[in-house]
């Protein structure tokens, strides 16, 4: 019996929460840092950032910089974004290097193959400099379904192997084709775990989100695990709601091209392992990464994806979905807010978790399982 089918059974595994002293000790971040964000596959963006030789995006694997060019055969290439003579990042946001990548501190310049080409005034270093041995330091770089992902890890496993039969499920929504819009990011003042458990269960949504206890068929929202990631089922109420915005939305929405119509009636959202989130609705597409910036605070990085046929009508009703959806992320903030709060309370100890809390149990053991790599 595999993950998935052990959960959905009556006899649901008893999960146990992670202790607080986890969310609280700066320790703890340092070892994460190496022992999980350096060591996972981490969202860096969408392929179309790179249409052509010379095109790059930059971002981060946990606290480290990175950079994704695309080479002179129309392959992947990732580095660290840093410049091997005084530490300088070579590259910021996205854009077109004009055939090799120059540093803006001093000019070194490298191919996108990594190899260092050019040091202005390098009869100044005398011997000292060997460009043989100072090319980029190279970074592993996978696509899934068009999204970039980069591991710092030279012995992970590809994230291939890892995502199973995640890429035949996403397959439908064409994430390759679509193009880029709204986005956005922000902080929450929460470790970066209380932010990836809240996303991983909806046993809050009757309490803390009216709107989408309107809008979601609460009774039929399933979670699956598997070993790399979640997947969870989020079906609407075939009832109108009350609320004229939630109401306009499931009358306007139709499917996105390769989706059938059984997908307009359903958001779906995914979690791969650590801190990448992948919410499918039928008229978009929108990712998240969560990147820890110190024990109480989370950098959220957001990027939405539509098709580019998306005509007026459906650009209304992307602009009501991220409105909705806004306002989820306000009140999940001060939800997250109260719990790093109240993981200070001595003598605290996490109670018991429900079924419909069992991703946050999955989580907590790939957590303890990763820092006892320590």
């Not at 390098?122 to 970039?148: I, M, W, Y």
Request: charged share 25%; with cysteine.
């Amino acid at each position: 019996m595999d993950l998935m089918q052990a959960v959905t059974d009556v006899q649901a595994p008893a999960f146990e929460a992670l202790e607080p002293r986890l969310y609280l000790e700066d320790d703890v971040l340092k070892a994460e840092q190496r022992l999980i964000f350096e060591r996972t596959w981490q969202l860096i963006g969408h392929v179309s950032a790179l249409p052509r030789p010379g095109s790059y995006t930059t971002g981060f694997a946990g606290s480290q910089p990175v950079l994704v060019v695309r080479d002179a055969l129309h392959g992947l290439r990732a580095y660290r974004n840093v410049c091997r003579h005084r530490a300088s990042c070579l590259l910021t946001g996205s854009g077109q290097c004009k055939g090799a990548i120059r540093c803006r501190y001093h000019g070194w310049t490298y191919r996108f193959d990594g190899t260092l080409i050019g040091v202005p005034e390098g009869l100044q270093f005398g011997e000292r400099l060997d460009k043989t041995a100072l090319g980029l330091l190279p970074v592993r770089v996978e696509e899934l379904c068009g999204l970039l992902f980069v591991n710092l890890d030279p012995d992970a496993a590809p994230l291939a192997d890892m995502t199973g039969d995640l890429p035949k499920r996403l397959e439908r929504y064409r994430i390759a084709e679509l193009e880029p819009f709204a986005p956005g990011g922000g902080y929450q003042p929460a470790n970066w775990k209380v932010v990836a458990e809240n996303y991983l269960e909806g046993y809050h949504i009757p309490i803390a989100h009216p709107g989408l206890m309107r809008m979601l068929d609460y009774k039929h929202y399933d979670t699956e695990l598997h070993e790399h990631y979640v997947w969870i089922e989020a079906p609407m109420r075939a009832k109108p709601s009350s609320n004229r915005l939630e109401r306009l939305y499931a009358q306007l929405v139709t499917p996105m091209p390769g989706l059938a119509e059984e997908d307009r009636c359903t958001w779906r959202y995914v979690f791969i392992y650590p801190n990448t989130t992948i919410d499918l609705y039928p008229d978009h597409v929108n990712t998240w990464q969560m990147l820890p910036e110190g024990i109480g605070r989370t950098r959220d990085v957001f990027a939405g994806y539509r098709s580019p046929r998306s005509g007026p009508r459906t650009r209304a009703v992307q602009w009501i979905n991220q409105r909705l959806n806004t306002l989820v992320l306000k009140e999940d903030i001060d939800l997250v807010r109260g719990v790093q709060l109240g993981l200070r309370a001595r003598g605290y100890r996490c109670g018991p978790l429900s079924r419909r809390e069992h991703a946050v149990g999955w989580f907590a053991d790939r957590i303890r399982a990763d820092l006892e790599q320590d």
